[in-house]
């Protein structure tokens, strides 16, 4: 509904709570329901709730099907109320799909949770976050850090390259220079060779035969060096494939065996099926408590009746006080009936305490699973770098294998190359045939130092190819880092948010309530390692802080339980509309409702309304008539339901 467009709304109940049947209009702004105890007006406001969307409606007991109906604008809502079989269900079409928020933040009757989570000191910090699914935050935070590690590593890794860079391109310098020098000595070893004069008296058949078998014996020479240093290249290969395939078998034997995916999936399933349960029976039991604590709040109209008569027996009357009891029939003591009641709180928070610890068992199963797949993702990798290695060593075995052969065979063509030149020169060849093998060593030399650098000139194009990654990467880590911030934040946020919606309007409210000697009423939010579930995991809880002033002046910290219980109705309020705020309610629902405010004097009633009233652009509230009297004479009034 906009806001700029508020209209009235049109209220029609029919056999809801005590109502047989009622119309009501509600005007923008604050409505005041006026009468006293016992006219309907808690009825009616839990019709309005059931017709905006909660749950926490009841069908009148002598009828079997009830409705409410929402006129606004063009816009009809309803919801309708049936009984079959000894139970109600609820239907229709009602203003909001999930009231969730609603219920705990903008319907503000007594049993409010709210309300009396500040009186019973409740978990306020469980309440404010019930709203939000934390599970499903939490574990996108896990996938979110686990993708963030693996960025990091990437990143890492890289760095490690980079620091490795210089000395390579160092390495490439000194091998060019050694390339040249190589180069230049072999150039003038040719040019000695050529320049030597045999000076000898053979005939010119001969020459040219052992000239042949020379350039022959030079030709395979130069083959078996190429040989001999590309058997050494793949051996040192071969050696560093070996010693690969151990670190990557050691590290796939390292790996734990982590729990089956089906064995660990039924547990989270399991956990998971508890701790909706727990959450229905916990919802259950609110609403039972709700509902009690109402009916019980509409059957002080005998205590009001025995405090306005005759007599000096009030107080035995109220301590005698019997009703009659909405479940069973029965006639029953009221302080039995608040006695069950608290049981069922205690029962409650028990309940909430089990909640708790399933949440961090079941958040330890998801950091399991999430490690579970880390480790299946690595296994895999392992296993498949483990065959390319083994592939690749059988290989380059084979190479070896080949090269072996090959060498061994040029060396047996050099032996007999020797032994051909041998015998046909005379002393006057050994100078020559030293200056071949010489060149023949030069050559080799320049060969494997030319090998060398093409291998270091790959590594420094491999590590410059992942350095160029290292931006994509780190904006990558970026989105990431801003994703889990934002995770992070959203929790936080709400958090940090309601504290502090809480300490500014509860200060504004203070100010202006005027009571005695409250300085401050204002939340902490604190966190701490506690032992839950499984293990250790940090507790955040909002603790709430009194500060009084004593009659020297002096400030000291007190309890709420020390609270008149005026000061604690106003500070359930403030909770709620706390919430109210920080969970936008308003954004979807524009409706706030109050009762039980009888505790409150009437002037602090008015103040309180009124500030209200700035957020909610409908706030509905049920007043007595000497309450109502001090509101401003423009508020709407009903008095007939």
């Known amino acids: 509904m906009d806001t700029d467009e508020r209209q009235s709304v049109e209220v029609s109940v029919r056999n809801v709570g005590g109502i047989d049947e009622s119309a009501v209009a509600l005007e923008p702004g604050v409505t005041a329901l006026t009468g006293r105890n016992a006219t309907n007006r808690t009825s009616f406001l839990r019709a309005l709730m059931g017709g905006l969307g909660s749950d926490r409606v009841s069908l009148k007991s002598d009828a079997d099907e009830g409705e409410v109906t929402l006129q606004i604008g063009d816009e009809t809502y309803t919801r309708t109320l049936t009984r079959a079989g000894g139970a109600v269900s609820l239907g229709g079409d009602p203003y909001l799909d999930d009231a969730t928020e609603a219920d705990l933040f903008a319907f503000l009757l007594e049993a409010n949770p709210a309300r009396r989570a500040v009186s019973r000191d409740d978990d306020l910090r469980d309440l404010v976050m019930r709203p939000i699914d934390t599970d499903a935050i939490e574990s996108e935070i896990a996938r979110l850090e686990n993708e963030k590690r693996r960025i990091d590593e990437e990143i890492a890794k890289r760095d490690e390259l980079e620091r490795e860079l210089p000395d390579l391109e160092a390495r490439q310098t000194t091998l060019e220079e050694e390339i040249d020098d190589l180069r230049e000595k072999l150039a003038a070893k040719n040019e000695e060779i050529e320049g030597t004069d045999l000076d000898v008296e053979e005939t010119q058949a001969e020459k040219a035969e052992l000239e042949e078998r020379l350039d022959e014996l030079q030709s395979v020479r130069s083959q078996l060096v190429t040989v001999r240093s590309r058997l050494e290249t793949e051996r040192e290969s071969l050696e560093a494939l070996y010693e690969e395939e151990d670190e990557v078998s050691e590290e796939l034997a390292a790996l734990r065996e982590p729990k089956e995916a089906a064995e660990l999936e039924s547990e989270i399933d399991h956990l998971r099926q508890r701790k909706q349960a727990l959450d229905t029976e916990i919802t259950e039991l609110q609403s039972v408590i709700q509902f009690n604590d109402e009916m ?43 006695q069950t009641l608290s049981h069922l709180q205690e029962h409650r928070q028990s309940k909430l305490e089990d909640r708790q610890a399933l949440t961090a068992d079941l958040d330890e199963l998801k950091s399991e699973r999430s490690e579970r797949e880390q480790l299946k993702r690595r296994r895999e990798q392992l296993e498949s770098k483990l065959a390319e290695i083994e592939a690749e060593i059988e290989t380059r075995s084979g190479q070896v294998d080949d090269l072996e052969a090959e060498r061994e065979s040029l060396e047996a063509d050099v032996t007999e190359l020797e032994t051909e030149v041998e015998s046909l020169k005379d002393s006057s060849y050994s100078d020559i045939l030293e200056l071949h093998q ?110 009084r002033s004593s009659e020297s002046g002096a400030a000291y910290e007190d309890t709420i339980d020390h609270l008149s219980e005026s000061e604690r109705e106003v500070t359930g309020l403030v909770f709620g509309l706390a919430g109210y705020l920080v969970h936008e309610v308003y954004e979807t629902l524009p409706f706030m409702v109050l009762d039980s405010l009888e505790a409150i004097d009437s002037g602090r009633i008015s103040t309180l309304v009124e500030y209200f009233a700035e957020y909610a652009p409908y706030l509905v509230v049920a007043l007595l008539p000497e309450d109502a009297a001090g509101l401003a004479d423009d508020h709407h009034r009903v008095t007939d339901i």
């Open 438 to 547: 010489e060149a023949n060593q030069l050559e080799f030399e320049i060969g494997r130092k030319e090998r060398e650098r093409e291998q270091v000139q790959e590594k420094i194009r491999t590590i410059q190819s992942q350095l160029d990654e290292r931006e994509s990467l780190e904006e990558e880590r970026n989105g990431v880092q801003d994703e889990l911030t934002d995770q992070r934040t959203r929790i936080d946020q709400i958090e940090a948010d309601a504290v502090e919606s809480f300490n500014e309007h509860m200060a504004a409210l203070l100010a202006v309530l005027d009571y005695e000697n409250i300085d401050r009423i204002w939340l902490e939010r604190t966190e701490s390692d506690a032992p839950r579930g499984r293990g250790a995991s940090s507790a955040r809880t909002f603790d709430l802080h009194v500060v």
């Open 296 to 338: 019980l709040a509409d059957r002080n109209t005998g205590i009001v009746a025995a405090v306005g008569s005759d007599g000096g027996a009030v107080t035995d009357q109220l301590l005698e006080e019997n009703v009659v009891c909405w479940t069973c029939g029965t006639e029953v003591a009221k302080d039995q009936i608040e």
